[in-house]
């Protein structure tokens, strides 16, 4: 794994940004504004495009090199001076050395009359991480994903497709290394059919590399000090060239949904919200079905919950999905009302035994210091104002959250119906539609249903046996004392406390794979206190525990649900008897992949077992799962979107013969 490392920028006289790594200019104040329009907007032929774009149509742009997004914020005003009110614009750009904030904020107060984007963008410009990073701008109307990283390892993870591409990064000659037929063949490989490609530069052997690649260039006249620029329309994947292969039938994706934008939700937990926030700022009309008198009364539940990176230095599926799920949330998080529904406080972890402190190291040299840095005894105590057991690591981004204010903020959107007090028993397929039924009642239908109720999604035939487990899981909460005022970050070793929300800490939590009942026990809140003594004794006496009577103690229980794996279970399912059927093969030849369609049960889809991360995973995962449904770039890497598919546990169990 490579550390991401920012920009380093020089400042000219004019006050232009220049990158020290290439040697070149982002862009230059005289005329970056006009080259930008002219080489990108004008050579893909955007005004009109945009223009064009029906009732909820969407227009999906593909960059090499964000750099200072100037050409994104220019895209995005052309956007939103000439597509209707319901369009949307998708840019995807990959970036391997994104600026600091400080250097972001310094160029774009460059462009006055982009300030109004500008503004959106630096708000939201935190936790910009290794990897894929989505942004939401404008209640859903524009979205961003970046991809972290070198252009030639990131392009292939993306799933999607491109309309229009802007080739840019720097002078060729200042650039070899990205500038090369790899690059070239994947700004093929993405391209939807009819996409448009602009770049500045007219060097020749680009130009040709660009026509091997399938994409027809022109030279066109340039703009300022370019003399010429190109502009090209992909003309399709070059006959000679090897054929793309097509991804596996289990993982490939549905076919495209054409029908009415309509979707039941059922379960109002953090997946549930979300689920059905990402689908209505898609201009779909969700019905969010849930069984009690409000949101987010399960595990959601929680008063503070902690966002918790548990990383791997091996960039697994599930640390890529925590780095890019840990991203997106921290940037919803940037709505809400900090220190009551959320804070920013920075999470410290502490290098508990002697194992710990060695994955801990390997962790430090594996990521860049702005997401975590390692921090002796005597630094972590300055940083989180208590005595503790040991040092650790420090994550500066990291916090607390109120999770139910998280779930309310989602599920507030005018597309969103609330129906409370409906449990749905039975879920019945009639026609094109899914219905939900409690008993003789039909409580709400549509042709897409989306089943985010944890494991009790066990109860209906299509999902029953998705290997989902509960666990359970008890916090307790403490009222804040004078002296516990001075903690200043959540601190975790085997459990975490939290600093007061609203005059309480919270301390947490038990895990307990056997117990089915949701009493509060004193044994688990004694468990709390004992994960909290790990942490510092010293706290401990801060919040008088050793004076308080266990039996007194207030807390909260609920069920966490989580997969064999521990990666969530996102997105389409097949139907299970079908699938053994159609794939039968694979029982007798694993390599084998037959090209027969998966068997999909038509509009269900699932987001659960979000195990013990769901602050960080559920959210990301609804916008995966709506990138599913609407055939959008995925928001995260094909092989992470694999790993969380439903369909896995049947492939595996035909796989070992099961
Ligand atoms: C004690 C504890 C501590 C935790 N700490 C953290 C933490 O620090 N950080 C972190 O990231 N995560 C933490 N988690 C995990 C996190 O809370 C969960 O991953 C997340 O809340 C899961 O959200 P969900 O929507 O999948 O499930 P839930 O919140 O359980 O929501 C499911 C919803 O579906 C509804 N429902 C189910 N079936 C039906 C039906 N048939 N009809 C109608 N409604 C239905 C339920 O009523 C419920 O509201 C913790 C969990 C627990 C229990
Ligand atoms: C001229 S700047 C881009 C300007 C940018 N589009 C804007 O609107 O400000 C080129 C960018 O490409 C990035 N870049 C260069 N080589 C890259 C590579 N191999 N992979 C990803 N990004 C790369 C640089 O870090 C730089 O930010």
Redesign the pocket.
């Given at each position: 794994m490579t550390v991401t490392r920012h920009a380093q920028i020089d400042w000219d006289e004019q006050g232009n940004p220049h990158s020290r790594e290439f040697c070149d200019v982002y862009f230059s104040t005289e005329s970056g504004l006009a080259e930008t329009r002219h080489v990108f907007l004008v050579q893909n032929d955007l005004a009109n495009r945009f223009t064009a774009l029906p009732e909820h149509g969407r227009l999906v742009i593909g960059e090499t090199g964000f750099g200072t997004g100037l050409n994104f914020l220019c895209a995005w005003q052309l956007f939103e001076e000439c597509a209707t009110a319901s369009a949307r614009l998708h840019f995807v750009s990959v970036e391997k050395f994104p600026l600091s904030l400080v250097d972001l904020q310094r160029s774009l107060a460059l462009w006055p009359e982009l300030a109004a984007f500008a503004e959106q963008l630096l708000a939201q410009y935190v936790a910009v991480h290794e990897g894929f990073q989505r942004f939401v701008f404008d209640g859903g109307r524009v979205t961003l994903t970046l991809l972290i990283g070198d252009a030639l390892e990131m392009l292939p993870q993306l799933d999607g497709q491109i309309d229009a591409w802007f080739l840019d990064g720097f002078a060729p000659a200042k650039n070899p290394e990205m500038w090369t037929p790899q690059l070239f063949a994947e700004l093929a490989r993405l391209a939807a059919p009819d996409s448009t490609i602009g770049t500045f530069t007219s060097t020749g052997w680009v130009r040709r590399a660009l026509n091997a690649a399938g994409f027809k260039m022109k030279r066109v006249p340039g703009i300022g000090h370019k003399w010429e620029v190109l502009r090209g329309v992909f003309v399709g994947w070059p006959e000679e060239a090897p054929a793309i292969p097509a991804a596996k039938p289990w993982f490939a994706r549905p076919a495209k949904y054409a029908g009415q934008r309509k979707a039941l939700v059922?379960?109002?937990?953090?997946?549930?919200c979300t689920t059905a926030a990402s689908l209505a700022a898609r201009g779909w009309q969700v019905s969010l079905?849930?069984?009690?008198a409000e949101v987010?009364?399960?595990?959601?539940?929680?008063p503070q919950?902690?966002?918790?990176l548990k990383l791997s230095a091996h960039g697994t599926a599930l640390s890529q999905l925590i780095l890019s799920g840990f991203g997106y949330t921290r940037r919803a998080l940037e709505r809400l009302q900090r220190g009551i529904d959320w804070d920013g406080c920075g999470v410290l972890q502490l290098a508990f035994n002697g194992k710990e402190a060695q994955r801990q190291a390997q962790l430090a040299e594996a990521f860049d210091p702005e997401l975590l840095q390692l921090v002796d005894k005597s630094e972590a105590e300055a940083r989180s104002g208590i005595t503790l057991t040991s040092g650790g690591l420090f994550f500066p981004e990291g916090g607390w959250v109120h999770?139910p204010a998280l779930c309310r903020a989602h599920a507030a959107h005018a597309n969103i119906e609330l129906h409370l007090h409906?449990?749905?028993?039975e879920l019945r397929r009639n026609g094109d539609q899914w219905q939900a039924w409690d008993g003789d009642k039909l409580l709400a239908t549509a042709p897409v249903v989306i089943l985010?109720?944890?494991a009790?999604i066990k109860?209906f035939p299509a999902s029953a046996d998705l290997p989902l487990k509960r666990i359970r899981?008890?916090?307790t909460r403490l009222p804040q004392t004078e002296a516990s005022q001075t903690l200043r970050t959540v601190v975790c070793a085997e459990g975490?406390v939290a600093p007061p929300r609203l005059g309480e800490h919270t301390l947490?939590?038990s895990f307990d794979f056997k117990n089915d009942d949701l009493s509060i026990t004193t044994a688990d809140h004694l468990g709390n206190l004992h994960y909290m003594q790990e942490i510092s004794d010293d706290l401990l006496e801060r919040l008088g525990a050793p004076s308080l009577a266990p039996e007194d103690l207030q807390g909260r229980?609920?069920?966490?649900?989580t997969s064999p794996d521990y990666l969530p279970i996102v997105g389409p399912l097949a139907d299970k008897e079908a699938f053994t059927q159609t794939y039968a093969a694979l029982s007798k030849d694993a390599r084998q992949v037959p090209d027969a369609p998966c068997p999909w049960l038509e509009g269900l889809y699932i987001n659960?077992g979000?195990?013990?991360?769901?602050?960080?995973t559920?959210p990301l995962c609804a916008e995966l799962l709506a990138a599913w449904l609407t055939d959008e770039p995925l928001p995260l890497p094909r092989s992470v979107a694999e790993a969380c598919h439903p369909n896995r546990f049947m492939l595996r169990e035909l796989i070992r013969g099961n």
């Amino acid at each position: 794994m490579t550390v991401t490392r920012h920009a380093q920028i020089d400042w000219d006289e004019q006050g232009n940004p220049h990158s020290r790594e290439f040697c070149d200019v982002y862009f230059s104040t005289e005329s970056g504004l006009a080259e930008t329009r002219h080489v990108f907007l004008v050579q893909n032929d955007l005004a009109n495009r945009f223009t064009a774009l029906p009732e909820h149509g969407r227009l999906v742009i593909g960059e090499t090199g964000f750099g200072t997004g100037l050409n994104f914020l220019c895209a995005w005003q052309l956007f939103e001076e000439c597509a209707t009110a319901s369009a949307r614009l998708h840019f995807v750009s990959v970036e391997k050395f994104p600026l600091s904030l400080v250097d972001l904020q310094r160029s774009l107060a460059l462009w006055p009359e982009l300030a109004a984007f500008a503004e959106q963008l630096l708000a939201q410009y935190v936790a910009v991480h290794e990897g894929f990073q989505r942004f939401v701008f404008d209640g859903g109307r524009v979205t961003l994903t970046l991809l972290i990283g070198d252009a030639l390892e990131m392009l292939p993870q993306l799933d999607g497709q491109i309309d229009a591409w802007f080739l840019d990064g720097f002078a060729p000659a200042k650039n070899p290394e990205m500038w090369t037929p790899q690059l070239f063949a994947e700004l093929a490989r993405l391209a939807a059919p009819d996409s448009t490609i602009g770049t500045f530069t007219s060097t020749g052997w680009v130009r040709r590399a660009l026509n091997a690649a399938g994409f027809k260039m022109k030279r066109v006249p340039g703009i300022g000090h370019k003399w010429e620029v190109l502009r090209g329309v992909f003309v399709g994947w070059p006959e000679e060239a090897p054929a793309i292969p097509a991804a596996k039938p289990w993982f490939a994706r549905p076919a495209k949904y054409a029908g009415q934008r309509k979707a039941l939700v059922i379960g109002a937990g953090m997946a549930g919200c979300t689920t059905a926030a990402s689908l209505a700022a898609r201009g779909w009309q969700v019905s969010l079905l849930e069984r009690h008198a409000e949101v987010a009364q399960e595990a959601s539940g929680m008063p503070q919950g902690v966002l918790y990176l548990k990383l791997s230095a091996h960039g697994t599926a599930l640390s890529q999905l925590i780095l890019s799920g840990f991203g997106y949330t921290r940037r919803a998080l940037e709505r809400l009302q900090r220190g009551i529904d959320w804070d920013g406080c920075g999470v410290l972890q502490l290098a508990f035994n002697g194992k710990e402190a060695q994955r801990q190291a390997q962790l430090a040299e594996a990521f860049d210091p702005e997401l975590l840095q390692l921090v002796d005894k005597s630094e972590a105590e300055a940083r989180s104002g208590i005595t503790l057991t040991s040092g650790g690591l420090f994550f500066p981004e990291g916090g607390w959250v109120h999770p139910p204010a998280l779930c309310r903020a989602h599920a507030a959107h005018a597309n969103i119906e609330l129906h409370l007090h409906r449990e749905v028993v039975e879920l019945r397929r009639n026609g094109d539609q899914w219905q939900a039924w409690d008993g003789d009642k039909l409580l709400a239908t549509a042709p897409v249903v989306i089943l985010a109720g944890a494991a009790d999604i066990k109860r209906f035939p299509a999902s029953a046996d998705l290997p989902l487990k509960r666990i359970r899981g008890q916090i307790t909460r403490l009222p804040q004392t004078e002296a516990s005022q001075t903690l200043r970050t959540v601190v975790c070793a085997e459990g975490y406390v939290a600093p007061p929300r609203l005059g309480e800490h919270t301390l947490g939590a038990s895990f307990d794979f056997k117990n089915d009942d949701l009493s509060i026990t004193t044994a688990d809140h004694l468990g709390n206190l004992h994960y909290m003594q790990e942490i510092s004794d010293d706290l401990l006496e801060r919040l008088g525990a050793p004076s308080l009577a266990p039996e007194d103690l207030q807390g909260r229980a609920a069920f966490r649900c989580t997969s064999p794996d521990y990666l969530p279970i996102v997105g389409p399912l097949a139907d299970k008897e079908a699938f053994t059927q159609t794939y039968a093969a694979l029982s007798k030849d694993a390599r084998q992949v037959p090209d027969a369609p998966c068997p999909w049960l038509e509009g269900l889809y699932i987001n659960s077992g979000h195990g013990s991360r769901g602050l960080i995973t559920a959210p990301l995962c609804a916008e995966l799962l709506a990138a599913w449904l609407t055939d959008e770039p995925l928001p995260l890497p094909r092989s992470v979107a694999e790993a969380c598919h439903p369909n896995r546990f049947m492939l595996r169990e035909l796989i070992r013969g099961n």
